[in-house]
T-cell receptor, first 113, second 110 residues
Framework: DTEVTQTPKHLVMGMTNKKSLKCEQHMGHRAMYWYKQKAKKPPELMFVYSYEKLSINESVPSRFSPECPNSSLLNLHLHALQPEDSALYLC????????????FGSGTRLTVV | GEDVEQSLFLSVREGDSSVINCTYTDSSSTYLYWYKQEPGAGLQLLTY?????DMKQDQRLTVLLNKKDKHLSLRIADTQTGDSAIYFC??????????FGQGTELSVKP
């Protein structure tokens, strides 16, 4: 298995909703990442998890809350989002923080209404 | 700070070769990646090169690395209309980060 799987593929949520994005990999990778991407722009790093511990938070607003329940799973909990948070949210993993084998999922397209 | 730069647009005719260039600033980058992104889709890993290599070939794709000049290129031979997409160059930096270029939009005309 050489994939990163993200669910759901599309999500529409209101500004008062709480939702979660999920990411799963079975490549034995020990580093996992959340990125945010606006249309025709490069992805922007949000969070880095290394060996299930949060190692980097790129000053992301607290309405985004990451969670790494185990070495294969990464969640992003969403609460009280704004319309400008609408974007493609990409999960990625790599063997470790050496960045070998950096693989992205197909993303969750989030629309905040 | 660390930076990766790419030209924004490239237009070629079907059957020609495409060359997409990228420069980066962090000399300690160990892996350099090329990703392809089609409209509405995620990032597809095309290829990568380790910093101690100067060339890597994979079917129609050739990656050249000039570490002294911190210059990376992706050559696509016999470019097809299905190759039309945005191509991102990315360099690894310490701490698990990937720094992306702005992306090169490749347009292939029949």
């Amino acid at each position: 298995d050489t994939e990163v799987t993200q669910t759901p593929k599309h999500l529409v949520m209101g500004m008062t909703n709480k939702k979660s994005l999920k990411c799963e990999q079975h490549m034995g990778h020990r580093a996992m990442y959340w990125y945010k991407q606006k249309a025709k722009k490069p992805p922007e790093l949000m969070f880095v998890y290394s060996y299930e511990k949060l190692s980097i938070n790129e000053s992301v607003p607290s309405r985004f809350s990451p969670e790494c329940p185990n070495s294969s799973l990464l969640n992003l909990h969403l609460h009280a989002l704004q319309p400008e948070d609408s974007a493609l949210y990409l999960c990625a993993s790599s063997r470790d923080r050496s960045n070998y084998g950096y693989t992205f999922g197909s993303g969750t397209r989030l629309t905040v209404v | 700070g660390e930076d990766v730069e790419q030209s924004l647009f490239l237009s070629v005719r079907e059957g020609d070769s495409s060359v997409i260039n990228c420069t980066y600033t962090d000399s300690s980058s160990t892996y350099l990646y090329w990703y392809k992104q089609e409209p509405g889709a995620g990032l597809q890993l095309l290829t990568y090169i380790f910093s101690n290599m100067d060339m890597k070939q994979d079917q129609r794709l050739t990656v050249l690395l000039n570490k002294k000049d911190k210059h990376l290129s992706l050559r696509i031979a016999d470019t097809q209309t299905g190759d039309s997409a945005i191509y991102f160059c990315a360099a690894t930096i310490q701490g698990g980060k990937l720094i992306f270029g702005q992306g090169t939009e490749l347009s292939v005309k029949p």
